[in-house]
């Protein structure tokens, strides 16, 4: 009777236990739910670890999902002792969530390599994840080859799998493989998901095949918010922005799919690369009236658009509202203004900023370049290598052009040789830098060289070309190589290169050629073109062309004071002083008035301007009070008015100047 009554109250004492274990497990469920990791843990360590209720794998793998959510990594490296505590490592289900969380969260990649050869057990989600956190950490390259090792295990891939290496191919440029995976979505059934839709249609959005992803998304049955939105963003890395447009406004009118944060950070950028203000201001009330307003990509956008519209005061409003900025705003602000030409604004707000990313170090120092300020850019070119050492493309592309434009093309040149990675941008700078420096030769000899390995040369490197030609006075390679922009490369030449023929011919004496060649140019109606011609008039001494194209570019610009002073200095180059006068004077009466000289000197790296109005004027005036006094004879007046002062005002407005004020005395 009392081995029965012992053996009762030892069941009755399990049984307690299991139901106290059920509790505990059900309340640190409850916890991880409402994301009170701290509270779980607490009950978990104070816990019987032996009682098989609380080895459930569930309880682990909701624990470690829950410091996902918290960005917790030192708490999951807690739960992580207690799995091998408890003999679960081995468990598929709880070996993923492990897998997944130091994907997520661990700060060494190594390690979550070591966690995925430690699984005993790999099923396709193991390895997804494995190739996903690959592409995360921009190794797409190491995800394509473990996706290989995975098939060569004969383990299937699931729609995600297909997903994550169609991305990985989208990063890397791999468009033929990206196909070989298209055709492996439609074999094993997945064309359906729009999921991996999204991946094709951004694969061929990214690598200039945008038309392929277009019909792609019209065989969709019913595409979703996030389909529009890739379709929309391949339109726009194809630098179609105008289609980008018009889906996103299909998209809202006739479909009535509601835009998230990146669709419209997308439509904004087609904005501002179109220039589009009015639709910009339209796409910023939606993202108002969206509630969109905190959202760093959106606000981001906004910079960006307003900036490239130019309206940087705007842009920069925008920016100061921001309640959380990143360096992609701050970049966005800087390239604003640098793209107005306000670049002692992006010193200034450079020098405000508590931290710069390498992208702004480009900016600023594009920012130098265009003040040559060569110290300033120095100290950048400092920071630079002190903070991240060296080796990144852009910057280096950007230091090569800095000392270029400051006249140090041999410091350039080193920075070019030494530079392990070069892209177009770098060749491009590399070329403007020996052309600026009067050095043409070895300018064309580096577009050979981007010719000879296989990069295709842009708009950018004709236009060094065209103008190396044109300083050499190369005539015929000059006439080639604008030929070659057409028929070879497929470029449509634009008023830069009509610009660059038009004075190669000028400096040759060939004006009814290059007159011939901007009366069949599209941009025939640019007076830049026209000015072009007439400076080479004024060289030539060609009046009867000169007269004909300074009529030309008054009917294009009447407020163009260049039209006017060039034709006088033709007048004046072939004796018809008469005519010059009459010129300056229907100069004068039209109310055109020449743009006012300016200047800079960098002093204790900050960027003094100088706008020279009044000081001429008060010039003027000190030069005719002497010719009263009759100490200097005009042509004594002139050579001194050639620099007063140390003011570098150039001899010939002066001079003319005085002249007209004598004629008109006298005719009064």
């Known amino acids: 009777m009392k081995l029965f009554f012992k053996r009762h109250c030892s069941s009755l004492t399990t049984l307690k236990t299991l139901q106290n274990s059920s509790t505990e497990v059900a309340q640190i469920l409850n916890y991880c739910k409402s994301g009170a990791l701290c509270d779980a843990i607490c009950l978990l360590n104070s816990t019987d670890l032996s009682t098989a209720f609380i080895k459930k794998p569930v309880v682990y793998a909701s624990l470690l999902q829950t410091c996902i959510k918290v960005f917790s990594f030192s708490q999951g490296l807690q ?119 999204s991946s094709l249609i951004d694969l061929y959005g990214r690598n200039c095949e945008s038309e392929d992803g277009r019909q792609l998304f019209d065989e969709l049955p019913e595409p979703d918010a996030i389909c529009w939105t890739s379709v929309i963003s391949a339109f726009t890395k194809s630098d179609l922005y105008a289609k980008a447009l018009g889906f996103f406004y299909l998209m809202q009118r006739e479909h009535g799919l509601v835009a998230d944060g990146f669709t419209f950070g997308t439509v904004l950028t087609a904005c501002g690369n179109l220039g589009r203000l009015k639709q910009g201001k339209e796409v910023h009330a939606k993202v108002i009236t969206s509630g969109l307003c905190g959202n760093v990509v959106v606000e981001s956008s906004l910079v960006d658009m307003y900036g490239k519209c130019g309206l940087v005061d705007e842009s920069h409003r925008v920016f100061d509202k921001m309640l959380k900025k990143n360096s992609v705003s701050s970049s966005a602000l800087l390239q604003g203004y640098c793209q107005t030409g306000d670049f002692e604004s992006v010193i200034r707000i450079c020098r405000e900023m508590e931290e710069i990313d390498l992208f702004s170090f480009g900016i600023v120092l594009r920012a130098c370049a265009g003040l040559a300020a060569l110290r300033l850019g120095k100290e950048v070119h400092c920071q630079y290598i002190r903070r991240s050492g060296c080796k990144d493309v852009i910057i280096e592309s950007a230091l090569v052009d800095l000392y270029a434009k400051c006249g140090c093309v041999d410091f350039a040149q080193q920075i070019f040789l030494q530079m392990p990675v070069r892209n177009l941008i770098t060749w491009n700078s590399m070329i403007s830098g020996f052309v600026q420096n009067g050095r043409g030769e070895e300018a064309l000899r580096i577009f050979d060289d981007i010719t000879k390995g296989g990069t295709k040369p842009d708009h950018v490197s004709f236009i060094g070309v065209l103008s190396a030609c044109s300083h050499m006075g190369l005539i015929d390679q000059g006439r080639k190589h604008f030929a070659s922009m057409t028929k ?181």
């Open 79 to 197: 739960i992580h002792s207690h799995v091998i505590k408890s003999g679960l490592e081995n468990d598929p289900f709880i070996g993923n969530s492990l897998l997944s969380m130091y994907i997520k969260l661990g700060p060494d990649f190594d390690e979550t390599q070591k966690v995925f050869n430690g699984h005993f057990i790999k099923d396709v989600i193991s390895w997804t994840s494995m190739i996903s956190g690959y592409i995360k950490i921009g190794k797409s390259k190491n995800a394509l080859e473990l996706f290989c090792e995975m098939s060569g295990l004969d383990v299937e891939p699931n729609g995600f799998t297909l997903s994550a290496v169609i991305k990985a191919c989208s990063q890397l440029g791999f468009i033929r493989l990206g196909k070989c995976f298209h055709g492996m979505v439609i074999k094993r059934g997945f064309i359906s998901s729009h999921v991996i839709s």
């Open 488 to 668: 070879e490369y497929r470029i449509k030449p634009k008023i830069e290169h009509y610009n660059c023929m038009v004075d190669l011919l000028g400096r040759a004496g060939l004006l009814e050629e290059a007159e011939t060649l901007i009366e069949n140019a599209d941009c025939r109606h640019d007076s830049s073109l026209w000015e072009v011609l007439l400076g080479a008039c004024t060289t030539c001494r060609n009046a009867h062309v000169a007269e004909r194209v300074a009529k030309k570019i008054m009917e294009l610009e009447p407020d163009c004071h260049l039209s006017y002073v060039l034709l006088d200095n033709v007048y004046r180059a072939v004796g018809r002083w008469n005519d010059a006068f009459k010129i300056r004077t229907l100069m004068k009466y039209s109310g055109v008035k020449k743009m006012p000289g300016k200047s800079w000197i960098e002093a204790n790296t900050w960027i003094n301007i100088y706008v020279n109005t009044q000081q001429r004027v008060n010039n003027v005036a000190k030069i005719k009070q002497v010719m009263k006094l009759g100490k200097l004879s005009v042509w004594q007046m002139a050579d001194t008015a050639k620099y007063p002062n140390g003011e570098g005002k150039a001899q010939g407005d002066l001079f003319e100047e005085l002249l007209e004020t004598k004629h008109t005395k006298q005719s009064t």
